[in-house]
């Protein structure tokens, strides 16, 4: 039975959501927005640098790669893209803004109040609404984001991995990359998970955190198929063959530096 509590909270947030509108992008929101995440790269930065054992490897796509793309990477805690992101898009999203990735969040975690939620919107996030199905306004315009020139971090396996391993990649993702036909950079990352468990709100320190992005991957060949869900089913499951690459290439590269 559900207490006083949840309910009210879930009141609340119902609240937020309903009242959430596509933010006017205005050159002083943009420069707001800069600011805003100027401000949480400088605290992931000592997180993952001072705190913890990070090392990236093949950032040098990020810097020569042109938008528009998905960036797509697994998925294991609440704080993954901005763990990742604040790092190897920063210099060249200040540069110019749609080097800036959108995020998709779940808004039942992150847009629980006024505050957070104007927060959320100038770190460029697109609240979405879990069991609201790949159909959902949100989702529609992340293919508009997309199709617009911009960078979009999403996560193909939907929800995140309580083990650490690589889960099946959903349509819904695939459907995105379908509509919008853009490239995709993969990316793949260990020690998060021990960074940030899942069920904890406080990251742990001296961790091992290693991150591999790798090459562009199109899509070409799909997006000649039929557009339904096997299409877009196999565009993901692509995605996800392509990020266990690069957990072995990471796992070699690692293994090399340490003979």
Known sequence: MRS???GMEEKENKKVIEQWKIPEETSFFKF?????????SFVVFILMFI???TRYYNTKVIKREKAPYVFASNHVTMFD???????????????????????????????????????????????????????QFS????????????????????????????????????KRIYESRVKVIPCYHE??????????????FGKKIRIIIGEPVNFDEFFKMENCPETWKAISEKIMEVIKELKERL???ENKRNS
């Open 81 to 135: 893209s901005g763990f990742i992101d604040c790092f190897i898009f920063f210099w060249k999203g200040i540069r110019s803004y749609k080097y800036l990735p959108y995020h998709t969040p779940e808004y039942g975690n992150f847009y629980k109040n006024r505050l957070l939620s104007w927060y959320m919107d100038r770190v460029k996030c697109i609240p979405v609404e879990r069991g609201k199905g790949i159909d």
């Open 32 to 40: 707001s927005g800069v600011i805003v995440t100027a401000l949480t």
């Open 251 to 253: 796992h070699e590269l």
């Open 139 to 174: 989702q529609k315009l992340v293919t508009k984001k997309l199709q617009e020139g911009n960078v979009v971090h999403i996560f193909p396996e939907g929800t995140r991995s309580r083990t650490g391993e690589l889960l099946p990649g959903k349509a819904g993702v695939g």
């Open 4 to 6: 006083v509590g949840q």
């Open 51 to 53: 705190l913890n054992n």
């Open 191 to 204: 020690g998060l998970r021990e960074v940030l468990p899942v069920g904890t709100h406080f990251p742990k």
